[in-house]
């Protein structure tokens, strides 16, 4: 073991010893150990640390000891938000006890923070009335309310509120990476919480972003985020996804309405700035007939005579606005930002026509409101030249896809894989049931079976259930068949935002709660008031996909088994995560699809997920839930 081995360990030692309940976690310093060597040799890690395991310090930790600046990536604002308020100000009182000092940062997009002069904007009178006349009485009641805000914080992170301003108000007085032209051309620049946020981390051991941040850092060149040594991916199961949004381009119809109303501020000719918002519907006419749908390259020509009309009409009106001269300090920042709109914007329809095949053009969302994206075949060749030839990365989850090295390109002489277990005994708290009498999904009696076996189990189990399902539609059917039928509450997915729904069912022990895959990760209900998780489907990816079907073409016969399964296993590896959160947790996972019972990829699936015992017996089942209810 080298010297920063033993350092790192030392200090997650100490670190660990000060927790309110400090025990002993093999799994934890085994992460450790592999991410300090990881980082001294310069290597490569893929780590699948389960539930319970404390990951969070494993790679902080090493991290940290190591001495080289390093940014922490996460998927979820949650975890962002426990990293800045919870563990790395925890771990820096802790080491700095061992004369380790440390300084961090958590760095948002520019969208997440007050803009000063946006705010000025909107409070003097000599050049608040255009930005005034459009908004509600609401509306300027909270952006007065936020000017009041301004006065007293000390980071502008929307974060930090106590109380949700309307998307309207906030947007008057924030701007986005595509709208700001930069702190050197902004008479409030050095004021700007944005750049504030940026220096302190340029100056920071730690920097916290989200995967979004990170991804555009890296489709940028890396020009957004500071020089580092070392990036670690927390919850990296989703990294693929997130990065093939990022680095490649959407353009929704939405975008020329807000380019339209940046040039307005600045541009008083509403023939010229209407002819924008106008490019709105022209744009929707060419994609609806084909939201869902994966596009040839070249594109279809009324989408490309669409686009080409963008450029025109984007050409012309900034040249308006290059004529203009103003010296009226407020004005020459709107003019600043029109353009910058407008070159982004620009920039964004150049890339959409020069798609090549190396890309998967396809038009999200519905028909009122489709989405043209651009996204690369293979996100492996960006993260080469980005990430793993930049810099030495940590790749973390509690679930790791048997897939995802080769997914996001990594070299397999430059990496290693690590799975460092769980501390929770899963074959004494947990069984895995998988229904093998109930027809297959695709049976026309399917649904009444699942409604039928969810009575039952509810039933055993005293509520205290989390059912998961595949489809909306799967979801209300079960919520109609069952609820007159238990005598327990359902909660449903429909019924209230996520984390307020999350707070009602763990305030009762008899709650049911029915949702889709939206909550098949980011649940944490430890206790009593969950010993039950019950999947209906396995959840695979749909065969219509219009970026993954372009990926199964590319890989051809082995398309299934390096897409469909990875995915469906990963997914349903993080519902079955649901269930047991602490060491005295009890409970079933019970999957309602017989293949994976029969299918000859099961095996592929149940190696992913926790290592419970395993039965077909639904007496056994209930025999254990009841157990766990009158205990």
């Known amino acids: 073991m080298s010297e920063a081995t033993d350092r790192a360990l030392a200090a997650l030692d100490h670190v660990t010893s000060s927790l309110p309940a ?147 108000s906030w947007r008057a007085v924030s701007v986005g990476s595509d709208e700001c032209p930069g702190a050197d051309r902004c008479p409030m620049g050095q004021e700007c919480f944005a750049e504030q946020a940026r220096r302190r981390a340029q100056v920071s051991d730690v920097i916290v972003v989200n995967t979004h941040l990170y991804g555009l850092h890296v489709g940028s ?34 975008r020329f309405v807000t380019v339209s109303a940046t040039v307005r501020r600045f541009l008083d000719d509403p023939q010229l700035v209407g002819s924008i918002a106008d490019l709105a519907s022209v744009l929707r006419d060419a994609l609806a007939p084909v939201a869902g749908q994966r596009l040839p390259t070249p594109l279809p020509g009324d989408i490309v005579e669409a686009l080409r009309d963008a450029q025109l009409r984007l050409t012309r009106v900034g040249e308006a606005v290059q004529k203009i001269e103003t010296a009226v300090e407020d004005a020459q920042q709107r003019k600043l930002r029109a ?32 989405r043209l994206e651009i996204a690369p075949l293979d996100v492996g060749p960006t993260m080469r030249s980005g990430v793993w030839e930049q810099h030495t990365a940590i790749l973390t989850s509690a679930t790791i896809p048997a897939s995802l090295s080769r997914r996001v ?143 199964r073409e590319q890989l051809g016969p082995t398309a299934f088994a390096e897409i469909d399964v990875p995915r469906a296993a990963t997914l349903l590896a993080q519902a079955s995560g649901r269930l047991i959160r602490t060491a005295t947790d009890r409970g079933v996972v019970a999957v309602l699809d017989s293949r994976l019972g029969n299918a000859r990829y099961r095996w592929d699936i149940i190696r992913a997920l926790p290592p419970m015992k395993r039965t077909r017996d639904r007496g056994d089942v209930e025999d254990f839930l009841r157990s766990i209810r009158d205990a």
């Open 22 to 168: 400090a025990e002993d976690r093999p799994g934890q310093r085994d992460m450790a150990e592999h991410v300090a060597g990881s980082i001294e040799l310069g290597r490569h890690l893929v780590v699948q640390a389960g539930t319970g395991t404390g990951k969070t310090l494993a790679y902080l930790v090493p991290a940290i000891t190591s001495g080289k600046r390093t940014i922490v990536v996460t998927a979820t604002k949650a975890l962002q938000d426990q990293l800045a308020t919870k563990d790395l100000p925890f771990i820096a009182g802790e080491l700095a006890e061992r004369g380790i000092d440390i300084d961090w940062a958590v760095l948002k997009g520019r969208s997440n923070y007050l803009c000063l002069q946006r705010l000025r904007e909107t409070s003097d009178p000599a050049q608040a009335q255009l930005e005034l006349d459009d908004m509600s009485a609401i509306t300027k009641l909270e952006v007065k309310k936020l000017g009041e805000w301004a006065a007293t914080t000390t980071t502008g992170d929307q974060a930090e509120l106590d109380w949700n301003p309307g998307d309207t």
């Open 221 to 254: 060149g890396g020009a957004i985020l500071p020089e580092h040594d070392v990036v670690v991916f927390d919850e990296a199961h989703v990294l693929e996804d997130i990065m093939s949004d990022t680095v490649g381009v959407q353009i929704a119809p939405g």
């Open 339 to 370: 353009q910058r709109m407008i070159t982004r914007s620009m920039e964004s329809v150049e890339a959409a026509l020069a798609a090549s095949t190396d890309t998967v053009p396809f038009v999200s969302g519905s028909r009122d409101h489709p």
């Open 409 to 551: 390109g990594l070299d397999p002489d430059r990496s290693s894989e690590v799975d460092v277990g769980s501390p929770f005994d899963y074959e004494q708290q947990a069984i895995l049931y998988c229904a093998m009498h109930l027809p297959p999904p695709k049976s026309p009696t399917f649904r009444e079976s699942v409604a039928d076996e969810l009575i039952a189990l509810i039933g055993a189990a005293g509520g205290r259930t989390l059912a998961l399902f595949t489809s909306w539609a799967a979801m209300d059917a079960a919520v109609e068949a069952v609820r007159g039928e238990v005598d327990v509450p359902i909660l449903t997915q429909r019924d209230l935002p996520k984390p307020a729904l999350v707070r009602k069912f763990a305030e009762s022990n008899e709650t049911c709660l029915f949702a889709t895959t939206g909550l098949f990760q980011g649940v944490d209900v430890p206790g009593e008031t969950l010993s039950l998780v019950i999947i209906d489907k396995l959840p695979f990816p749909r065969p219509d996909d219009p970026l993954l079907s372009a990926r």
